[in-house]
Every structure is written in C-alpha cells, then in structure tokens.
C-alpha cells in the first residue's frame, strides 16, 4: 500500500513569506502527527490531529498551526516565516489516536527561509 | 517531559550484535519505551516498542530493565544497511493525547 505522501519536498521561502505543508496518510489512518527536525534541536513534536482535531501540541509559537481535513489528510501552516524555521518538516500516521502502536513517516518537505 | 539519554555514536563490526543503551530514569508506570531509526535524508522508521517486558520481532530485541529505568536495543546481526541514528523514545501520555520527545539519538555506524 502507498506510504505516507508529503507535498512538497523541496521549497524556498523568504522571511515574512507564509508557507504550507501536506500530508496524505496511509489509507485507513486516522491519525497525523507533524515533526521538525533541525541540527541544532533534532527532532521536535509540534502537534497530532486525529478525526480533524487537534489532541496536543508541542511548544511552538502560533506561528505554526495545523489542520485535518475529512479524508485524515493534514496540512501545516506556518506564517512570518523565520530564519530559524527552515528545517525538515515531518508528518507521520497511525491508525489510532494518541500516537500509540507504529508510526509511519513520510520523507519529509525540506523548508529553507531566506 | 520525560527525557531519555542514548551515547552520542556507537561502532559495530559487521556480523556482530549492536547493542544500543538508552537510560529513561523519569519514566511514569504506563509510558511506553520506543525505538525509532532514521537513515540519512529519509523519515524515521519504526523498530520495536515495549512496556515492561522484553520484546522481540523480526528486526530486533528490546531489552527493559525491572525497574524501568533503562532499555537496551538489540540487533542480532547488525549489517551496513543498519548504518544509522537510533533514537530511543518514551511515548508520554496526558490523558487521551500523548506526544514523542525523541533525544538526539545514536549514531550508529557498522563497519566491515
């Protein structure tokens, strides 16, 4: 079966530019969760959607949000971009909630601000 | 958040059991030990993911100390395609969400 789908792999922003991320989940997920991974800070939780609401959040500014759709399929936002946000951005599925069992993550969109 | 601390890199001679340590000391009685790895410019990949009792599948073991404090990850028969960073998680929970904290893992590199 299709693995997880992140759209789009590589982009280029510039400072104060907006950007959005997709994801398409595996089919019969249900649930989404969404990483950013830098050098300096590795890996880092942002926030897990499951039936289009959002079940927690990491600590990010509200700069960054994020929604589900009907379909499990989720998006990313993350406004007045930064420097410091350039990194691989992440999103993995399950099928449950609460992040339980084996995750499946996609290969990531690659977000450079300049 | 609950924290875990893995070596910063490990070498493994091709053929040879990697054993890879993780120490989680903050752990609360149902967090769940997780062991995720990520090959260079690829998403993480699933390994293995235990309680309180050992585990094994067809990749490795998962090896948790009584008291839950620590964890060692267990490949048999390390290849150079297990070249990578391991990262071990615990799988905090806050009623019905939870969240992954992952470390900054194990570089683990097996050599001929």
């Known amino acids: 079966k299709a693995g997880v789908t992140q759209t789009p792999r590589y982009l280029i922003k510039t400072r104060g530019q907006q950007v959005t991320l997709s994801c398409s989940p595996i089919?019969?997920?249900?649930?989404v969760s969404w990483y950013q991974q830098t050098p300096g800070q590795g890996l880092q939780f942002l926030f897990e959607y499951f039936s289009e609401t959002q079940r927690n959040k990491g600590n990010f500014p509200g700069r960054f949000s994020g929604r589900q759709f009907s379909n499990s399929r989720s998006e990313m936002n993350v406004s007045t971009l930064e420097l410091g946000d350039s990194a691989l951005y992440l999103c993995a599925s399950s099928l449950g909630p609460a992040l339980a069992g084996e995750l499946f993550f996609g290969e990531g969109s690659r977000l450079t601000v300049l | 958040d609950a924290k875990t601390t893995q070596p910063p890199s490990m070498d493994c001679a091709e053929g040879r059991a990697a054993n890879l340590p993780c120490n989680h000391s903050t752990i609360s009685g149902n967090e769940y030990v997780y062991w995720y790895r990520q090959i260079h410019s690829q998403g993480p990949q699933y390994i293995i993911h235990?309680?309180?009792n050992n585990e094994t599948n067809e990749m490795a073991s998962l090896i948790i100390t009584e008291d839950r404090k620590s964890s060692t990850l267990i490949l048999p028969h390390a290849t150079l395609r297990d070249t990578a960073v391991y990262y071990c998680i615990v799988r905090e929970r806050a009623g019905t969400a939870s969240k992954l904290t992952f470390g900054t893992g194990t570089r683990l590199q097996v050599t001929l």
């Open positions: 089919s019969g997920h249900r649930s």
């Open positions: 235990g309680l309180k």
